[in-house]
């Protein structure tokens, strides 16, 4: 285990049409995204010449703000390993994070892989949150063929509801989105602060720090010991928790043998550890068949250090999740 200070990654996804393009603009104009870098897929489609301060090459380009901007040509990860080397060399300014905005039909499952499956890009960036921005007026029971909108919301941190103002059941759509994923944080895009705090409000979400984790497992205390709630799609979620401290080994193969046997049909896994070996919190990640890096985080935040492991998954394979987890984990203890 290490506690390498990685730079942390903001994914930013939503479907076609959803706002995410303008929330991304707005972003860019602010003048407390210095020392950001921001990936795009195509620079021209967001509209920039209004802020640019310089053209440092075809793909990358300087903002008034501070914030680097680029579009992907290569691989996702290359692009990161290519920011992180140019402000190594000073040929763009440093940068604190990094927020990466993938196409309106991307399933973010695979872009989150990529932070994982090369260790040069792991070992230097971590996914902070992914953010993804519905339209209120876009019914959630959309043909099958828009899978990838469900999953949108269903891996979200974050969740910011666009078109607000012209829903006229947004309560419902809310307790909908709910069923996806009662995990995230739900927030109105006209409520314009909130959702800059989303980035900017160092003090609530710091960088590569305690809250963004903690807060977010604290909103799922009321899924304690439960089976998985049933999403969409056949999508599901499941916390598990434990009170007494866990040998950091135990964790370790639970989480390679989830990923071994049921990698295909593992969304997202994010998890606050309680472990023997360190009185600091450990933070886990993991999508499909691989795992990041742990990382650790100063402090527990309350009075409260007990494990909590969130798994958003497809198929029906919430019983078996659970009896690992209890004959790996919770079983050795007694």
């Known amino acids: 285990m290490n506690a390498v200070k990685r730079i942390p990654v903001t994914l930013l996804t939503g479907f076609l049409g959803s706002g995410k393009t303008t929330l991304l ?51 996702f990860s290359e692009t990161l390993k290519l920011l992180y080397q140019r402000a190594q060399a000073e040929i763009i300014p440093i940068f604190d994070r990094v927020i990466v905005e993938t196409t309106g039909m ?7 892989k990529q932070l994982l499956v090369d260790e040069s890009v792991a070992v230097l960036f971590s996914v902070q949150t992914v953010i993804t921005t519905v339209d209120s007026l876009l019914p959630l029971d959309l043909p099958k063929q828009h899978i990838e909108r469900l999953r949108q919301i269903a891996v979200a941190d974050k ?48 960088i590569v720090r305690d809250l963004p984790q903690i807060q977010w497992f604290k909103q799922n205390s009321h899924l304690r010991n439960k089976l998985g709630q049933s999403l969409h799609q056949g999508m599901s979620n499941l916390c598990l928790y434990a009170d007494q401290p866990l040998a950091w080994r135990s964790i370790t193969l639970f989480l390679q043998k989830l990923a071994r046997l049921h990698g295909e049909n593992l969304l997202r896994i994010k998890g606050l550890i309680h472990i023997r070996e360190s009185l600091r919190p450990v933070v886990i990640h993991g999508v499909q068949h691989y795992l990041f890096p742990e990382s650790y985080l100063d402090t527990w935040s309350d009075d409260d250090p007990k494990t909590r492991i969130v798994i958003i998954f497809e198929g029906a394979i919430q019983q078996n999740i659970q009896a690992l987890f209890d004959d790996i984990v919770l079983e050795p203890m007694h």
């Open 25 to 75: 603009r707005n972003l860019l104009a602010d003048e407390r995204m210095k020392r950001t870098a921001v990936i795009i897929n195509e620079i021209g489609e967001i509209g920039l010449d209004h802020l640019l301060v310089g053209q440092i090459d075809q793909d990358m380009v300087l903002l008034k703000s501070g914030c680097v901007c680029c579009s992907v040509k290569t691989e």
């Open 159 to 206: 969740i910011i509801l666009t078109k607000t103002d012209l829903s006229h059941a947004f309560y419902n759509f809310v307790e909908g989105i709910a069923a996806l994923n009662d995990a995230a944080e739900i927030i109105d895009s006209s409520d314009v602060e909130a959702v800059a705090s989303l980035i900017f409000d160092r003090e609530q979400y710091p």
């Open 106 to 112: 991307a399933d973010p499952i695979p872009v989150l």
